[in-house]
């Protein structure tokens, strides 16, 4: 009697199967254990971004990016002291922060490339492996295009089909590539008045 006492007070009080596995530390089975071992150790992305081809998108806008879809019109900014320039954004997907942007414009029916830029800059990060970079330049030279009565962008560009190509390489080495075809629109300030000269 005294021996069936014993062992019902040990099977009360003793340790049960479940307090054995109650250490503070989560078992194999918990749902709830962080399986991301393999987060970036420096902190430059998500794990997996840099394991997916980089990529790009070309937009337009001065402060955020403005996406564009081909033969979208883009217009040559009449600057202040007498210039012209396209605006020019880009958006990388699988790319470092830090980039060098080749930005470049080309005029398709000649192929004469009519603006030329470089430019390294830090990105804005707006997801998950992805940023962008809005207000780039393309600083507009009409030069090889002009005729003895035309010399200016509007004159020799305007509603034509121009070429927009980014070449983008990051600070880790990796490359990407993408162009898009936009119509050069005069700036309304080059439009004489009552002509749209898109006809």
């Not at 049960?16 to 503070?24: A, E, F, I, M, W």
């Not at 210039?83 to 470049?104: A, D, P």
């Not at 030329?116 to 030069?143: E, I, K």
């Not at 600070?171 to 936009?182: C, D, M, P």
Request: some cysteine; glycine content about 12%; proline content about 6%.
């Amino acid at each position: 009697m005294v021996f069936l006492l014993a062992l019902s007070v040990l099977g009360c009080n003793g340790p049960s199967s479940d307090s054995k596995r109650d250490t503070g530390k989560p078992s194999v089975s918990d749902a709830d254990v962080d399986v991301d071992t393999d987060a970036d150790s420096d902190d430059t992305g998500v794990a997996g971004c840099f394991d997916q081809e980089p990529r790009l998108e070309v937009g337009t806008g001065e402060t955020t990016f403005e996406g564009l879809d081909e033969n979208d019109p883009v217009v040559m900014v009449h600057g202040p002291q007498g210039g012209w320039h396209m605006l020019g954004s880009v958006r990388t997907h699988n790319m470092e922060t830090i980039i060098e942007v080749h930005y470049t414009i080309t005029e398709e029916a000649t192929g004469v490339l009519v603006s030329d830029n470089t430019y390294r800059v830090a990105v804005v990060s707006d997801g998950d492996c992805t940023g962008y970079y809005p207000g780039m330049y393309g600083y507009l030279t009409v030069s090889e295009l002009a005729t003895a009565d035309a010399t200016r962008p509007p004159e020799l560009l305007g509603y034509n089909t121009v070429v927009m190509t980014m070449d983008v390489t990051d600070y880790g080495g990796r490359t990407a590539s993408t162009s898009l075809r936009v119509l050069a629109e005069p700036d309304p300030i080059d439009i004489p008045d009552g002509e749209d000269g898109a006809d």
